[in-house]
């Protein structure tokens, strides 16, 4: 299980590997390229969907799905924090003065700030998007066992894209947990986030440099540990994939209908 101490926003990486590796939900029992297919799919309906309902019957749907997979869902919805802030710090200047119904206003000496419905189906939008890719994404991976992950990524993507997928996700680890044992001194010493960025602005980056220059550091002892047990710059994985079955070709097909057909009626409606 997972114990970091930076944040209970951060999604835990030690936490999502355990379920991928301790779940025995139908979807972790599901084979990885279908899983793999839906979150393409996902994905595409994201690009292309502008309709709200949609999208909220998109989210539902993943989050009982997400239930149904005995994943934890309480620490979901503390991950989904961050999108929710990215969005919301790029929208914020984006959302005035869009074309529409004016909802209300703000009024300067020097200009003026309308709020419509439409920036607010926009702000709306783009939070489902946000959280709709989020919640997918980790499902797929909590889900997924690493040896089948490790093993579709060396199959679809090309030498070396597939070495530095491969060699990234390992580092990530590491990079955590070395993360958290300096939160955690420094928060031993009387420090945190907030106090930290309103009072030792300096102190707070000279951490991140710090784990900058470790990380970098630990980086090139990894690659001399690889090598000197016989790492030649290749990562090889002969784990069998289990292959689609028919039931499951036949709920990916279910699905990609169902969400054409609500597509095509959505924008029909809009015209």
């Not at 499902?139 to 089948?148: N, Q, R, S």
Request: proline share 4%; aromatic share 14%.
């Amino acid at each position: 299980m997972g114990n970091s101490q930076t944040s209970g926003h951060i999604p835990d990486l030690d936490l999502i590997t355990y379920y991928s590796e301790n779940c025995y939900s139908f979807l972790s029992r599901a084979s990885p390229w279908a899983k793999l297919i839906g979150l393409i799919a996902v994905i595409i309906i994201l690009t292309i969907a502008q309709n709200v309902e949609l999208l909220v019957v998109l989210y539902v749907f993943l989050l009982l799905l997400y239930w149904q997979s005995n994943l934890p869902i309480r620490k979901l919805f503390d991950w989904c924090l961050l999108p929710i802030l990215f969005v919301l710090s790029l929208v914020v200047l984006l959302m005035w003065n869009e074309p529409g119904m004016p909802l209300f206003s703000l009024r300067f000496s020097w200009f003026s700030l309308t709020l419509t419905d439409n920036g607010l189906l926009l702000l709306v939008r783009l939070l489902l998007k946000a959280l709709i890719s989020m919640t997918s994404s980790l499902m797929f991976l909590m889900t997924t066992k690493y040896a089948h992950l490790s093993a579709i990524i060396y199959r679809i993507f090309p030498f070396p894209v597939d070495q530095i997928f491969l060699m990234s996700y390992r580092f990530l680890f590491i990079t955590s947990n070395m993360i958290d044992s300096m939160i955690r001194a420094f928060k031993s010493r009387g420090g945190g986030f907030i106090k930290s960025m309103a009072r030792q602005s300096q102190t707070f980056a000279e951490i991140f440099a710090l784990v900058f220059i470790r990380s970098y550091d630990q980086a090139e002892r990894v690659n001399k540990a690889m090598e000197s047990r016989g790492y030649d710059g290749t990562y090889t994985t002969s784990t069998e994939v289990p292959q689609i079955r028919p039931v499951e070709y036949t709920i990916l097909l279910a699905f990609i209908v169902v969400v054409y057909l609500l597509l095509f009626y959505s924008s029909s409606i809009s015209r």
